[in-house]
């Protein structure tokens, strides 16, 4: 009973953070909002029984990647948002179409899919540190070595790329 | 109450995808628009620990990691390359920046 | 119904004690700075400046609670609020002894024991980067805008060398869990040295050690690395437009952290709550330290440095009397000697932070981030590639 409260709350927590993340005008405010969804996710990860993928999205996600996010927004000194969609398609079609979207997914979900097991925190604890390191050093060795050189890439790339010219 | 069916968690997850597309279509700074695309890829991820959890196998939950630290390497150089643009162009609004001249 | 019952019961407990904790380390803190400096701390207040932390409360209650115009609202009021929870939630998962029995309930000394605890903690300290990130950013300052974003890179910049020196512990215990780690370092070598993690064979982590109280000096934003929020270099820091009891929040945060900081290295390096030396012996240390000092108090009765000391030394010598025989009642034995232990260390850990303090100059700020990317990573790396190794061939 308490997962299924927690489910709720939960869920309703990162629905909302998501419409303010859209509907916000000022970038820290999307942000931060942004921070409420992984947060909630992270919860949402711990009741299916991924206790290393929460704490990994809360330190990857929430402690690092957002912190850049908030970062650059401060340095930047990103002020409101100015103007809207000029094109009328999207204005007047938009909507129907994300609800249409919406909706197919549902409908696939519940249609398309075979019948899926209920949730009950504690039923499976599957996402250990342990079992996560024998399957990623084993079975999935070469995209691990191959993600290592990505970040390192990427380290590369910001670093030349935010360098300041120097004439 | 009994407890929660997994349908709830992939309709969660699409829910929260929807809200990404319309960030990434409707807003104007470029900021914003990044974090709509951070947002789709949780979405993702939820969609993936939900699998994981439906065939109790723990691929989903080594897919989702994966997921997760592309997500941050494109972060840094998507930031390095925003900081590029303020600094040429002076204006962090996607409309702004629509000739090749700078 | 047992269960929510005794958490709640752990709960009112542990932070009656942190709080109460908090308010005397900055006695505490003000003493020992203070007798570094050849000066006496507050005196006054209470006897020997006891009642300071007291006085200090009421005084940052009463103050005017500025909300000055020229903010942004929402997140001014916000950024103590995440600082001040995020410090205080980490002390959760930290356990104090083993297991025990307490009127036929076993419970484990701590408030819930995570399986995923040191990640627990590395997590809340990467999120709390927000509380000094947003508190900055809103007061709308120059200088609260500098020192906010000095001490965000400075804090995300020692997180790498602190997650890397963290690892190594872990790869000695196998286990992720803080209590598992501790249990983990229970036992001798040769009957009288402990298993801690500091003499644990594979490979010894004493260079480990060195580098987490370095970098947790960096994290918590303490001298040698406190420029971020310097007297003489930034008005504040980020906490410049904070007036009363926000301003208490971010001080208590700050103290919160340390406090934490200090019980993570003692579980992960000084072995938790086991004894220096086997059990029979160790078990009348707590006995010994209080005896002597009540001793100490009634000797400086006797030569009193001001007249009134006369009447409060032989007060604080009974009542250290008094703790020293309740460190002898066998039925509570079972309880108090781990926490005799368990605060001995992370007591020494926190006298050290102090003393730093009142030692070392200041890092600058580019030296701060130069020390760290150069120097502190790279030692971590090879910690972690050597007790690997060992860990591996051994």
């Known amino acids: 009973m308490i997962d299924t409260i927690l489910f709720i709350i939960f869920a309703i927590l990162a629905i909302v953070s998501g419409f303010n993340l859209v509907l916000q005008k000022h970038p820290i405010s999307s942000a931060l909002s942004l921070i409420g969804v992984m947060g909630s996710l992270a919860v949402l990860y711990l009741l299916l029984g991924a206790e290393f993928l929460a704490m990994a999205q809360m330190i990857v996600y929430g402690g690092a990647v957002m912190v850049l996010f908030v970062l650059v927004i401060m340095l930047l000194n990103a002020g409101r948002e100015k103007g809207s969609t000029k094109s009328w398609f999207a204005q007047i079609a938009g909507l129907p179409l994300l609800l249409c979207l919406v909706a197919l997914l549902g409908f696939l979900i519940r249609a398309i899919l075979p019948p899926l097991r209920s949730v009950e925190f504690g039923s499976w604890v599957g996402g250990t540190a342990e079992h996560i390191g024998q399957l990623l050093f084993t079975t999935y060795l070469l995209p691990f070595e191959v993600i290592s050189i990505l970040i390192l890439i990427a380290i590369l790339g910001a670093v030349v790329l935010a360098r300041k010219e120097l004439d | ?102 | 119904m047992n269960f929510f019952i005794v958490s709640v019961i752990k709960i009112v407990l542990v932070f009656a004690v942190f709080m109460t904790t908090l308010a005397y380390l900055q006695w505490v803190e003000r003493k020992v700075l203070a007798h570094i400096q050849s000066r006496t701390g507050p005196l006054r207040v209470g006897p020997h400046g006891l009642m300071q932390p007291l006085a200090d409360v009421f005084k940052l209650l009463t103050k005017e609670d500025l909300l000055p115009p020229y903010v942004n609202k929402f997140f001014y009021l916000l950024a103590p609020f995440i600082a001040v929870c995020l410090a205080l939630i980490s002390i959760s998962i930290i356990p104090f002894g083993p297991e025990i029995e307490v009127g036929g309930t076993r419970t484990y000394m701590q408030i819930s024991d995570v399986n995923v605890g040191i990640l627990f903690i590395l997590a809340i300290s990467s999120v709390s980067v927000y509380g000094v990130a947003l508190a900055g950013w809103s007061s709308n300052n120059k200088y609260s805008l500098m020192g906010a974003l000095r001490s965000s890179a400075q804090m995300i910049s020692y997180e790498l060398p602190l997650t890397l020196v963290i690892v190594c512990p872990l790869l000695l215990a196998n286990h992720l869990s803080l209590r598992a780690i501790s249990d983990s370092q229970a036992g001798y070598y040769l009957g009288f040295i402990p298993r801690w993690s500091i003499f644990q064979m594979p490979f010894p982590q004493i260079f480990g050690f060195l580098i987490f109280m370095v970098a947790a000096f960096a994290e918590t934003n303490r001298l040698p690395f406190d420029l971020p929020e310097a007297e003489n270099e930034l008005v504040a820091g980020f906490h410049t437009e904070y007036s009363s009891m926000k301003f208490a929040c971010f001080f208590m945060s700050e103290y919160a952290n340390m406090v934490t900081i200090t019980c993570v290295a003692t579980l992960l390096f000084l072995g938790g709550w086991h004894p220096l030396f086997p059990a029979p012996y160790s078990n009348w240390v707590a006995t010994a330290v209080l005896l002597f000092i009540a001793i100490a108090c009634f000797f400086q009765a006797m030569r009193p440095a001001r007249k009134r000391d006369q009447y409060t030394f032989p007060f604080f010598g009974i009542g250290f009397l008094i703790l020293a025989a309740l460190w002898t009642v066998p039925s509570f034995q079972f309880i108090l000697i781990p926490i005799f232990w368990f605060a001995g260390k992370v007591a020494f850990l926190l006298f050290t932070y102090i003393w730093v303090r009142g030692t070392l100059p200041r890092f600058r700020y580019d030296q701060l981030m130069h020390f760290a990317w150069t120097f502190l990573f790279p030692c971590a790396l090879l910690n972690l590639l050597l007790t690997a190794l060992f860990v591996a061939v051994f």
């Open chain 2, 1 to 102: 109450m009994g407890h929660v069916p997994l349908s709830w968690y992939l309709v969660l997850s699409a829910i929260l995808f929807v809200l990404g597309v319309a960030g990434f279509v409707y807003r104007k700074s470029i900021i914003t628009v990044f974090m709509s695309i951070e947002l789709m890829l949780n979405a993702v991820n939820l969609s993936f620990v939900s699998f994981s959890y439906e065939l109790r196998r723990i691929d989903g939950q080594i897919f989702s990691f994966f997921v997760m630290v592309v997500a941050a390497a494109e972060a840094a150089v998507g930031l390095a390359i925003i900081l590029t643009i303020f600094r040429n162009r002076g204006t962090l609004q996607i409309d702004e920046v629509d000739s090749m001249k700078l």
